[in-house]
């Protein structure tokens, strides 16, 4: 069977849940049996992410073979349980910066190098490799932006082309769209959604399905005003409602048909989807029998998308252990010796959070030294672990300059140091020590207990390592090494002796957790702080700030 390419575009406005489409959608793709994939094309100029602010993009999600890319692939990687690659995320910046790259080596032989044909060939290209990579059945391709948005324009261009080229009968397309309700009128209005259908078929590509995003329920009249405005049939009008959980959308989606049209019109040979974990685990979810606040601390907490993959892997392990993990966000600025402990009042676990630059770092000691003083459970990641050795050479092993080179060039005590084949870098992006390496563990630590085994592999993306020359003081002091790159021998996890479960870990778990398979430290971190909890009379239930609802 030819592989088989599903498009989905989106209009009216950005923000409808697009990604969180594909994903639920992928996911009942792979309930039914077939081998999916999802990309994302995204018309920016950036070549990736990995430059972007997080106020600006939020979080730069990392896949094994270190690609920075697009948070959307995140979700993809949970619903699915698959993991992506360098080529399931293509921006215009990628697409521009390989075709110049090709026209200076004179690929095209003395042509004018244009937006058509070249740049849409490429971006057919990009999509269509894909499919040589991993023999997919289906490849559903999220592009993002608004249709109508004029950086959309090649690449609605090419997915005209590629249903031409692949075949009507190999190719869908599904167009996202809002449905207002008109508080005034008090009515659901179509004619946004029908405008949108237009602008998309001036560029030639009719959409066969049409997923209504709307906050009440789609009646039958105006399913069939979609229907016979939008040239689709009556079937072909999907309502999407608001989820409680995004993790409830496949079932909606599975519910208004969305997946059996897709098998129907592809005429693909799939079973029913068996859903009965996906299920299990959303009535898990939704009522825990215990709840937890963990605190999060960082610097950009007003944003919670620059954390999305910590908040996701909170749901997947607070259900593995029946409870809610709420969380509390704390912005590093705000916390200072004085006010950690009436903070920290109602906690039970405390993550500090990733991040670049030295702003918000004292609050971030504040709260490791709480955390570490008070026995409270504890995951540092990346700079949260980075602090967490910075705190423990100041307080612990009495140097009181040590620092990480990143916010202190001069310390006399660099336990935090830039690697060395980052020191003569100029160029920014995609130049971090990126993607998954190898982690030995050793025996009887709390990392060897929450993975069950010896080797693993986790995602990276930072410049700063724990010094190796200085890491004696350390250990002497009753840090333990718990996890090693064995190739570099650089620290890759670290533990404290007389603490029920203090971790920091220089990579980012985060990435690696799915529905289907939690990520073992969040595993055992919300398990301590449950424990913790239970242990403070702290497990209260609290009604504001659901992860759920995230
Ligand atoms: N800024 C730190 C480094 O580059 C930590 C990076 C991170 O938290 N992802 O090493």
């Not at 950690?340 to 500090?352: T, W």
């Amino acid at each position: 069977m030819a592989t088989q390419y599903i498009f989905v575009t989106g209009g009216v406005t950005s923000s409808l849940g697009k990604g969180i489409i594909c994903a639920s959608l992928g996911r009942l793709l792979v309930a039914r049996g077939l081998k999916v994939t999802v990309q994302k094309l995204d018309p920016y100029i950036n070549v990736d992410p990995g430059t972007m602010n997080p106020y600006e993009h939020g979080e730069v999600y990392v896949t094994d073979d270190g690609a920075e890319t697009d948070l959307d692939l995140g979700h993809y990687e949970r619903f699915l349980n698959i993991r992506t690659s360098q080529v399931n995320n293509v921006t215009t910046g990628r697409v521009y910066n390989d075709v110049i790259n090709k026209e200076r080596q004179g690929a095209y032989l003395g042509k004018t190098v244009q937006v058509i044909p070249h740049i849409t060939d490429e971006i057919k290209h990009k999509v269509t490799l894909l499919e040589e990579k991993g023999d997919f059945d289906v490849v559903i391709v999220e592009i993002g932006g608004t249709v109508g948005d004029i950086e959309s324009l090649p690449y609605i261009e090419a997915v005209r082309q590629l249903r031409h080229d692949l075949g009507r009968q190999n190719t869908l397309s599904i167009h996202l769209t809002l449905v207002p309700y008109l508080q005034a009128a008090k009515e659901l209005k179509t004619k946004p959604t029908q405008h949108s259908v237009k602008t998309l078929a001036e560029s030639g590509v009719q959409p066969d399905i049409i997923v209504a995003r709307a906050s009440m329920q789609l009646d039958e009249s105006i399913r069939e005003k979609i229907a016979q405005f939008c040239n689709v049939e009556y079937e072909d009008v999907i309502a999407s409602l608001d989820a409680q959980s995004i993790y409830e959308v496949p079932m909606l989606m599975r519910e208004e048909g969305l997946d059996r049209r897709v098998v129907q019109k592809l005429n693909m040979e799939a079973g029913e989807p068996d859903l009965d974990r996906w299920i299990g685990f959303v009535e898990a979810i939704k009522s825990p029998s215990s709840e937890i606040n963990i605190a999060l601390v960082g610097k950009y907490v007003e944003h919670h998308d620059a954390y999305k993959s910590i908040i996701e892997a909170f749901v997947h392990a607070g259900a593995v252990n029946d409870c809610r993990v709420h969380i509390k966000w704390m912005h590093s600025d705000d916390i200072t010796a004085k006010n950690v402990q009436e903070k920290m009042s109602d906690v039970s676990g405390i993550l500090v959070a990733p991040g670049f630059g030295g702003r918000g770092i004292n609050g971030k000691l504040h709260a490791v030294k709480y955390a570490r003083t008070q026995k409270i459970p504890f995951l540092g990641i990346c700079l949260g672990m980075q602090c967490a050795v910075i705190e423990f050479a100041r307080n612990v092993c009495g140097w009181k300059k040590a620092n990480s080179t990143e916010f202190d060039e001069q310390s006399p005590h660099p336990v935090i140091d830039l690697m060395h084949d980052q020191r003569d870098l100029d160029e920014m992006g995609g130049t971090m020590r990126l993607g998954h390496y190898k982690c030995e563990l050793k025996k009887g630590t709390l990392a060897h207990k929450a993975y069950g085994e010896k080797m693993v592999t986790e995602r990276h993306r930072h410049r700063y390592e724990v010094n190796n020359n200085l890491r004696y003081k350390l250990t002497e002091n009753g840090m333990v090494l718990s996890g090693f790159n064995p190739e570099r021998d650089l620290v890759e996890i670290i533990e404290l002796k007389d603490h029920p479960w203090f971790v920091g870990v220089q990579f980012h778990p985060e990435f690696s957790s799915t529905v289907s398979d939690p990520q073992s430290l969040f595993v055992d971190f919300v398990k301590e702080s449950l424990k913790y909890g239970k242990d403070h009379d702290l497990t209260r239930l609290r009604e504001e700030e659901s992860v759920v609802n995230q």
